[in-house]
């Protein structure tokens, strides 16, 4: 027979002095905790009577609420009894929540189909690669929305760092996936803003070192002599157009056509943001466009021979999926002429854009310039960039200790 009863859980007393009213069901040693959405002063609350004192305002429509609610989890026992040889403490949380709180996966994985239908793939692969290492975790058992609490997300927190081995950022992004989906089935009123476990569970982050080259390392890298049109000649030229043109992704060189160049500009729909971008184009990028252009290629063909012919790229899957490749292959080969030029950094195609950045502000372009041309949603996420160049700016004075 299940045992249920009403307590304060005084361990989790927040910062205002309040704790947490809960339905404790106990069966065979198994017990299972079922909050109520009801905070109050320890002072207030009579654990012998489990109920809540006179001195506690309203306390007559909260006793009210609490017999009802303890009345609701043993008609719950009651039903799986007859239904249910044994029934087990998580059954009768199950059934209490099966109508108020969705099934946590089943509802996130529709809900990520949407990034899929716009055409956001990398969002789609993101939430998903997060929601499938969840779903691994837990092997088939059932886990509502109710069931991510506090603390679930401390285990699961301490699975994913010690026995997969996930950094700080990886944590951070698969916790920010389930964020979202639960903000999100709160504004649909599908689950109640009260039972959201990241109010209080703060997610954190690690900075990461931002790698880029130095007006001599950049001038090194181009002056590497690759085979002549051989695919290496073609990713040391794309990654030096970004290192001189905004510092364009690579998901956007890609697909650059010459529509997008106007013989001074250039213009596109950047990729990962939608931001629309119009970047003039220096000396030495439009030096590396005239390598490329052909008497036979007309305004709907990309500019650089990056994409494979013959497939259907308005699929944004397919789209994504080359555009992985091909930056997989280009890495190799920055890595390679890396290498070869004594450089020493661990760089990337994205080096390219952080090169961009650093190189545009010491040579004094405006900090919000610099934003709006790297197509950035926030002027924060350029000032990483200004601190890099302050930090090496005050490096520099260090002469003068010398």
Same mark, same amino acid.
């Given at each position: 027979m299940a045992t249920l009863k009403l307590v304060l859980r005084r361990q989790k007393i927040n910062k205002s002095g309040t704790g947490p009213i809960y339905i404790r069901i106990t069966k065979k040693r198994k017990v299972r905790f079922i909050s109520l959405n009801i905070r109050l002063d320890p002072k207030h609350w009579d654990e012998q009577k489990q109920r809540v004192r006179r001195t506690q305002k309203n306390s007559a429509r909260l006793n009210t609420l609490l017999k009802l609610k303890i009345a609701e989890a043993q008609a719950a026992f009651v039903d799986l009894e007859l239904m249910t040889e044994n029934p087990k403490a998580k059954d009768i949380k199950d059934k209490l929540f099966s109508k108020d709180s969705p099934d946590f996966l089943k509802y996130g994985f529709e809900y990520i189909d949407m990034y899929k239908r716009r055409g956001k793939v990398r969002t789609y692969k993101r939430f998903r690669s997060a929601l499938n290492k969840l779903k691994a975790y837990l092997e088939g058992k059932e886990f509502l929305m109710e069931d991510m609490d506090i603390t679930f997300l401390k285990k699961y927190e301490r699975y994913i760092r010690n026995d997969l081995g996930n950094c700080t950022n990886t944590v951070n992004t698969d916790f920010k996936s389930f964020r979202r989906i639960i903000n999100e089935a709160i504004e649909l009123d599908l689950f109640p803003y009260t039972k959201n476990p990241f109010i209080r569970y703060k997610l954190g982050w690690e900075k990461t070192k931002k790698v880029f080259l130095t007006e001599n390392e950049l001038k090194a890298f181009e002056e590497f002599k690759a085979e002549p049109g051989s695919k290496r000649a073609l990713h040391q030229d794309i990654f030096t157009f970004a290192c001189y043109v905004g510092g364009?992704?690579?998901?956007?060189?890609?697909?650059? =056509?010459? %529509?997008?160049?106007?013989?001074?500009? /250039?213009?596109?729909?950047?990729?990962?943001?939608?931001?629309? +971008?119009?970047?003039?184009?220096?000396? *030495?990028?439009?030096? /590396?466009?005239?390598?490329? =252009?052909?008497?036979?290629?007309?305004?709907?063909?990309? /500019?650089?021979?990056?994409?494979?012919?013959?497939?259907?790229?308005?699929?944004?899957?397919?789209?994504q999926n080359m555009i992985n490749s091909r930056n997989v292959y280009a890495n190799k080969d920055l890595k390679f002429i890396a290498k070869s030029i004594g450089l020493g950094k661990h760089i990337s195609f994205h080096s390219s *854009?952080?090169?961009?950045?650093?190189?545009?502000?010491? =040579?004094?372009?405006? %900090?919000?310039? +610099?934003?709006?041309?790297?197509?950035?949603?926030? /002027?924060?996420?350029?000032?990483?960039?200004?601190?890099? +160049?302050?930090e090496d700016l005050d490096r520099a004075m260090d002469v003068f200790d010398e």
């Amino acid at each position: 027979m299940a045992t249920l009863k009403l307590v304060l859980r005084r361990q989790k007393i927040n910062k205002s002095g309040t704790g947490p009213i809960y339905i404790r069901i106990t069966k065979k040693r198994k017990v299972r905790f079922i909050s109520l959405n009801i905070r109050l002063d320890p002072k207030h609350w009579d654990e012998q009577k489990q109920r809540v004192r006179r001195t506690q305002k309203n306390s007559a429509r909260l006793n009210t609420l609490l017999k009802l609610k303890i009345a609701e989890a043993q008609a719950a026992f009651v039903d799986l009894e007859l239904m249910t040889e044994n029934p087990k403490a998580k059954d009768i949380k199950d059934k209490l929540f099966s109508k108020d709180s969705p099934d946590f996966l089943k509802y996130g994985f529709e809900y990520i189909d949407m990034y899929k239908r716009r055409g956001k793939v990398r969002t789609y692969k993101r939430f998903r690669s997060a929601l499938n290492k969840l779903k691994a975790y837990l092997e088939g058992k059932e886990f509502l929305m109710e069931d991510m609490d506090i603390t679930f997300l401390k285990k699961y927190e301490r699975y994913i760092r010690n026995d997969l081995g996930n950094c700080t950022n990886t944590v951070n992004t698969d916790f920010k996936s389930f964020r979202r989906i639960i903000n999100e089935a709160i504004e649909l009123d599908l689950f109640p803003y009260t039972k959201n476990p990241f109010i209080r569970y703060k997610l954190g982050w690690e900075k990461t070192k931002k790698v880029f080259l130095t007006e001599n390392e950049l001038k090194a890298f181009e002056e590497f002599k690759a085979e002549p049109g051989s695919k290496r000649a073609l990713h040391q030229d794309i990654f030096t157009f970004a290192c001189y043109v905004g510092g364009l992704r690579i998901s956007d060189l890609c697909c650059l =056509k010459w %529509i997008n160049f106007d013989g001074t500009h /250039i213009m596109c729909s950047t990729i990962k943001t939608g931001s629309v +971008v119009s970047i003039k184009v220096p000396k *030495r990028g439009l030096a /590396i466009l005239e390598k490329y =252009k052909a008497p036979d290629r007309g305004s709907s063909d990309y /500019i650089f021979p990056i994409m494979k012919e013959g497939l259907d790229y308005t699929d944004p899957v397919t789209r994504q999926n080359m555009i992985n490749s091909r930056n997989v292959y280009a890495n190799k080969d920055l890595k390679f002429i890396a290498k070869s030029i004594g450089l020493g950094k661990h760089i990337s195609f994205h080096s390219s *854009r952080h090169t961009w950045a650093t190189r545009a502000l010491r =040579k004094g372009m405006r %900090i919000e310039y +610099v934003s709006r041309l790297m197509g950035h949603a926030s /002027i924060r996420t350029t000032q990483i960039y200004a601190k890099i +160049v302050n930090e090496d700016l005050d490096r520099a004075m260090d002469v003068f200790d010398e």
